[in-house]
């Protein structure tokens, strides 16, 4: 079945700064990747998606890169804000609707 | 604004009490998904259900049963809760059509 694997369960950058989370994924048939952001005492929210047709996307400042040469998943955050503080996850499709999701990654912005 | 509710947020239940998670969303998906989320292991799947009165086991399905008597509407259930069940409960909508899940608040369950 789908493994999906972060590299780094925190991560602490400084206000301004720009945030990059990583993920990777197992099962090359999968053609669909979400992230998503949970912020305390929430559930996931939608951030940004990407087909495996394409290797760039990019929201109001995040950017999502997919390498599926390596089977890698990225989240960037540009000029990283106190609001980004949560917990980020991948989500990887497996068939139909399944989707399978990492372990989470906190990012915490110091002031 | 789409919308996918779960009954309660927090639940304080005493081991081999029958527990009942409720979930409903607005956006007449076909697909519904019960997970648990535990510190350092992610989001894990316990059932999910892609129409009204079909159910599939997911990957820790254990010790829960769900119902899904109409389309709205996705029950968890806890036949006998025990203390490894203390746990945050999130319920998951999914069109049949693009794979995005949207979550309820989810609900975190102490079994005491």
């Known amino acids: 079945g789908e493994s999906v694997g972060l590299h780094l369960p925190t991560l602490s950058v400084q206000e301004g700064d720009n945030s990059i989370i990583n993920c990777a994924y197992s099962?090359?048939?999968?053609?669909?990747f979400i992230w998503y952001k949970q912020e305390s005492g929430k559930g996931p929210q939608f951030i940004i998606d990407?087909?495996?047709?394409?290797d760039k996307r990019q929201g109001q400042r995040v950017t999502v890169l997919l390498n599926k040469t390596v089977k890698h998943l990225s989240l960037q955050i540009a000029a990283t804000q106190p609001g980004d503080s949560a917990v980020y996850f991948c989500?990887?499709?497996?068939?139909?609707?399944?989707?399978?999701f990492g372990g989470g990654t906190r990012l915490m912005v110091k002031p | 604004d789409v919308k996918v509710t779960q009954s309660s947020r927090y639940l304080v239940k005493r081991t081999g009490e029958k527990v009942f998670l409720e979930c409903v969303q607005d956006?007449?998906?076909?697909?519904m998904f019960w997970y648990r989320q535990d510190p350092g292991l992610g989001l894990r799947l316990i059932y999910f259900?892609?129409?009204?009165?079909?159910?599939e086991k997911g990957d820790i399905p254990e010790g829960y049963s769900v119902s899904r008597e109409k389309k709205e509407r996705f029950s968890l259930i806890l036949e006998s809760a025990s203390t490894n069940q203390t746990s945050m409960y999130l319920c998951?909508?999914?069109?049949?059509?693009?794979?995005?899940?949207?979550f309820g608040q989810g609900t975190r369950l102490t079994v005491v």
């Open positions: 259900s892609y129409d009204v009165k079909m159910k």
């Open positions: 099962n090359s048939a999968s053609d669909y």
């Open positions: 998951a909508s999914v069109s049949t059509g693009v794979p995005e899940a949207f």
């Open positions: 956006m007449d998906h076909e697909n």
């Open positions: 989500a990887v499709n497996n068939a139909g609707n399944m989707l399978t």
């Open positions: 990407i087909r495996s047709n394409m």
